[in-house]
């Protein structure tokens, strides 16, 4: 079984930035793609960024240019950048781990974290 923890969570400005990693348990053996969804009460949760095991990266519409999302595959970690923030960036953020890029864009995810709460203020 493997463990997603969150972190780097926490109050921004609007304008401003944050920063979130995400630390796999243990280390598995083949290749896989990480990413990260967002969620807000009553919404469901949704697609933000994806990198796969090669660093190729995906990014929802709302985020690119503002967010960069990265990897450490040495110590099975996973950030994202948040840049520019936006009161709409407010959400619970959860990162995601899975075999294939195109899994983690569907939100058909293996494993997911916890979840970090990110709060915007305008």
């Known amino acids: 079984q493997v463990q997603l923890v969150e972190s780097g969570g926490g109050l921004a400005q609007a304008g401003g930035s944050l920063r979130l990693s995400c630390a796999a348990s243990?280390?598995?053996?083949?290749?896989?793609?990480m990413g990260w969804f967002r969620q807000t009460p009553g919404k469901e949760r949704e697609f933000v960024a994806g990198?796969?095991?090669?660093?190729?990266?995906s990014y929802a519409d709302s985020v690119k240019g503002r967010f960069t999302i990265s990897r450490d595959n040495a110590k099975n970690t996973v950030s994202l950048q948040m840049n520019s923030l936006k009161p709409e960036d407010t959400a619970v953020y959860y990162c995601?781990?899975?075999?294939?890029?195109?899994?983690?864009?569907?939100?058909?995810?293996?494993?997911w974290g916890q979840g970090t709460q990110v709060t915007v203020s305008s």
């Open positions: 990198i796969d095991w090669t660093g190729s990266t």
């Open positions: 995601a781990r899975d075999g294939l890029l195109s899994q983690i864009i569907s939100g058909s995810v293996a494993y």
């Open positions: 243990r280390r598995t053996a083949g290749m896989y793609a």
